[in-house]
């Protein structure tokens, strides 16, 4: 039997803004809704479905990206004069990391959450292209 990933729930203080800021960054569709959520769809028919409920606490989501759209998302970022960093603990600030023979970026939503985009999965397995 195959499990496959389909959905998580992200909690934050607006959830059309977040699943806006999200899905603008990564240029992906306009969010569409399910219920309390603001769902955005992803590719491989996974989605973040953004909803507000209590506190958000930061939490860590990466997306495996081909290396055109790590060039647009990338100057997406830039455009917006976001911060990104090239680890997930911000130390190495405005880098690009080649990790596992690819390239690598953090960046931060309104809420804290730690988003990355890579395009390579770790330990070098074949990219989204």
Not at 16 to 43: H, K, T
Request: hydrophobic share 35%; aromatic share 12%; net charge negative.
């Amino acid at each position: 039997m195959a499990v496959e990933f389909n959905h998580t729930i992200v909690n934050c203080t607006d959830k059309w803004a977040s699943a806006r800021f999200l899905s603008g960054i990564l240029g992906l569709g306009e969010p569409g809704s399910y219920g309390p959520f603001a769902v955005v769809e992803l590719g491989n028919g996974a989605s973040l479905d953004f909803a507000e409920h209590g506190q958000p606490r930061a939490q860590h989501y990466a997306f495996l990206v081909t290396e055109d759209e790590f060039d647009e998302i990338h100057a997406r970022i830039v455009e917006r004069g976001l911060t990104y960093w090239a680890d997930p603990f911000h130390q190495r600030e405005r880098e690009i990391n080649t990790n596992d023979g690819g390239r690598g970026l953090y960046w931060d939503d309104p809420d804290g959450h730690n988003l990355e985009i890579l395009t390579v999965p770790y330990g070098g397995w074949p990219s989204a292209q």
